[in-house]
Structures are given as structure tokens and as C-alpha cells.
T-cell receptor
Framework: QQQVKQSPQSLIVQKGGISIINCAYE??????FPWYQQFPGKGPALLIA?????SEKKEGRFTISFNKSAKQFSLHIMDSQPGDSATYFC?????????????FGQGTTLQVKP | GAVVSQHPSRVICKSGTSVKIECRSL??????MFWYRQFPKQSLMLMAT?????????EQGVEKDKFLINHASLTLSTLTVTSAHPEDSSFYIC??????????????FGPGTRLTVL
């Protein structure tokens, strides 16, 4: 019940296209859903995050869509660029406040072809 | 923005030795820090929660006597891998929430430490 399932495992997109990564969860107590970007040999960097009180959040080319009833959320990368090639992780947290443990999805390796 | 540093960035040691990894929050205080382990092409697995002024909380299956955690101050947590063996070779990453920010769920990750045990 603590798992976060992420798909696809890998994704190849042409430059300018839309990259879509999906995550699903079971624990209805989760109340914070961030997406992280990780380059090889580096730590994850926060991209964008959402809470269940909104269905969509957009920051630049990155959009999170959230479906509370389906317990699913997704990351959309518009106008994908070769520099977006990285591994993306969704995550979820259920502990209120600032001590929440993050449960990570399995990760998606994105390759954007020029 | 909030910055978390780790030292060293990579370390190679012989089997049986102990290795200490430091995690520092550079511009904010963190009463809680988290330690993760990541194997190649895999996700991050939470190892333990480091608590300033009290004992760390370990996840199920993580040997607390092997992975010693000390949260010495509000900006420093250390992870010591004792009697390291080749199977301990991994990428170790720490994170910390910036409790001074309004949106306090945000966790900031360090750059990671690559441990190779020969």
C-alpha cells in the first residue's frame, strides 16, 4: 500500500514532442506528490509538486495532472528538449508537515532525440 | 534556494574499513534529514531518518549497526558505513526539508556520494 508505481520504465521522444510519465498510488493518506529529475551521478532535483486539492499545476514546460479518484498523477513535459534527457521519479508523502518520508516510483529514463 | 551538500562526492575503500559520509544543509536548519541508497538504474530506497538530538529511525531491513547515523547539529548529519563490503557499494544520497519555508514538504537533495568497496 506504500508503493508508488511508475510507468513507462523508459521513453523516447522527438525534440519538440510531449513526454508523459504516469504514476499510481494506493495509499489515500498521501497528500504531497513531487516529481524529481535526476542526471547521471547527481542527486535528484525537485521539478514540480502538487497537493490533492488541485487537479493540475503548471510551471513552464512542466505540468502535473492529478486524478484523486483514480489515485493517479502524471508529468507532462511540453516541447521536450535534448537537455530534458534524464531519469524522472515521481514520489509521494503522507506525513503532515515537514518530516514526511518520500516514497519513490521506479523511475523513467527519458531520451529526447534531436 | 536551499542547498544540501555531501562530502565526499566519491570514495573508494578496502573491504572491512569504515567510511563516513557527511550531509550538510548550507543555508537552512534541518532537524530531520533522510538517507537514501540508490543502485545503478534503480530508484531511491529510504534507509533511515536522521533526527537532531535523538536516535535515527531505520527502515525495515536496514542494519542500524552497520549504517550508523549521527545528527550532530541542525545542519549536519553523518552516515558511517561500518566494516564495508563490496555489496555496500552504492550511491548514497541525503535530503532535508527546509523547515523555514512556508511549503515545508519540499525536500532538497544532496549531490550524492559514490561508495566503491574493493
Amino acid at each position: 500500500q506504500q508503493q508508488v508505481k511508475q510507468s513507462p520504465q523508459s521513453l523516447i521522444v522527438q525534440k519538440g514532442g510531449i513526454s508523459i510519465i504516469n504514476c499510481a498510488y494506493e495509499n489515500t493518506a498521501f497528500d504531497y506528490f513531487p516529481w524529481y529529475q535526476q542526471f547521471p551521478g547527481k542527486g535528484p532535483a525537485l521539478l514540480i509538486a502538487i497537493r490533492p486539492d488541485v487537479s493540475e499545476k503548471k510551471e513552464g514546460r512542466f505540468t502535473i495532472s492529478f486524478n484523486k479518484s483514480a489515485k493517479q498523477f502524471s508529468l507532462h513535459i511540453m516541447d521536450s528538449q535534448p537537455g530534458d534527457s534524464a531519469t524522472y521519479f515521481c514520489a509521494a508523502s503522507s506525513t503532515p508537515g515537514n518530516t514526511g518520508k518520500l516514497i519513490f516510483g521506479q523511475g523513467t529514463t527519458l531520451q529526447v532525440k534531436p | 534556494g536551499a542547498v544540501v551538500s555531501q562530502h565526499p562526492s566519491r570514495v573508494i575503500c578496502k573491504s572491512g574499513t569504515s567510511v563516513k559520509i557527511e550531509c550538510r544543509s548550507l543555508d537552512f536548519q534541518a532537524t530531520t534529514m533522510f538517507w537514501y541508497r540508490q543502485f545503478p538504474k534503480q530508484s531511491l530506497m529510504l534507509m533511515a531518518t536522521s533526527n537532531e538530538g535523538s536516535k535515527a529511525t531505520y527502515e525495515q531491513g536496514v542494519e542500524k549497526d552497520k549504517f550508523l547515523i549521527n545528527h550532530a547539529s541542525l545542519t549536519l548529519s553523518t552516515l558511517t558505513v561500518t566494516s564495508a563490503h563490496p555489496e555496500d557499494s552504492s550511491f548514497y544520497i541525503c535530503s532535508a526539508p527546509d523547515q523555514g519555508r512556508k511549503f515545508t514538504d519540499t525536500q532538497y537533495f544532496g549531490p550524492g556520494t559514490r561508495l566503491t568497496v574493493l
